[in-house]
């Protein structure tokens, strides 16, 4: 996913990423992976005040108070299960989630308890967590801003650089760097403004993803909307003049 988190990171976030968990043998445990990235989330706010180990105070005093959890597949289903009731919790993006159930824990029942604004990513030629896989995540999800985008021609493993060979053995990416360049631009084109919107208070983004996802586009086969992260504006004209005022007599009454 170095696709992804080197792009993230050049445009100004802090991008944590989970070493756990990441075995075949043996199986993850998503439960446990999921508290990974809950954890993360939170270890990142505070970096804002951290100065232990001396290299983290190069973060003091700025780190906006936003956080966001993301993943893939098995990472995408334990960002349900990390959003759950996440107070610290700005908002949601994932990408192709699979379902994730470990003691107890699922992430598509849970996903009623998850209340912040959420993008939702699949791919039209996904064959291992489909668009129904998706939906299930999607329409129980209790969040009053929340979107699903299906990218065209994208398969499971095309959500990163397409080199993962535990992800391949799943379902083969697409073969050419071309490729890869082509379908990694589609699913950016949402996620880069949808957090710009939420994590950077950033007015024309959101403005800029509405009009992407409510509009006809040749790069996507369906989406879901609920709510919007459009900017409110209003029809008032907003006017600011000087000009040097001269009162006499000085001093005077009434």
Do not use: W
């Amino acid at each position: 996913y170095d696709n992804i988190y080197n792009r993230l990171a050049s445009l100004g976030y802090i991008v944590l990423l989970p070493r756990t968990e990441s075995s075949i043998f043996p199986t993850p445990n998503h439960a446990d992976f999921a508290a990974d990235l809950k954890l993360l989330a939170t270890q990142g706010l505070q970096l804002n005040t951290t100065s232990t180990p001396t290299a983290l105070a190069t973060f003091n005093g700025k780190v906006m108070q936003t956080a966001a959890i993301g993943g893939h597949s098995m990472g995408a289903g334990c960002s349900f299960i990390a959003a759950q009731n996440n107070t610290t919790l700005t908002c949601l993006f994932n990408l192709a989630a699979a379902t994730s159930n470990t003691a107890g824990i699922s992430s598509v029942a849970g996903a009623s308890l998850v209340t912040v604004p959420t993008l939702v990513i699949s791919g039209e030629k996904d064959n291992v967590a489909d668009t129904t896989v998706q939906n299930s995540h999607y329409n129980p999800t209790s969040s009053s801003i929340k979107f699903h985008s299906i990218i065209k021609d994208v398969t499971h493993c095309d959500f990163g650089n397409g080199t993962s060979t535990t992800c391949n053995i799943g379902q083969a990416s697409c073969s050419t760097p071309s490729c890869n360049v082509t379908l990694f631009n589609r699913y950016m084109s949402y996620i880069e403004p949808f957090l710009a919107n939420r994590l950077k208070n950033d007015c024309n983004a959101g403005n800029t993803f509405m009009s992407l996802i409510q509009n006809p586009s040749t790069d996507r086969v369906g989406r879901k909307i609920t709510g919007t992260i459009a900017c409110t504006t209003t029809n008032l004209n907003s006017e600011i003049s000087y000009d040097q005022f001269l009162v006499s007599p000085n001093p005077t009454n009434n």
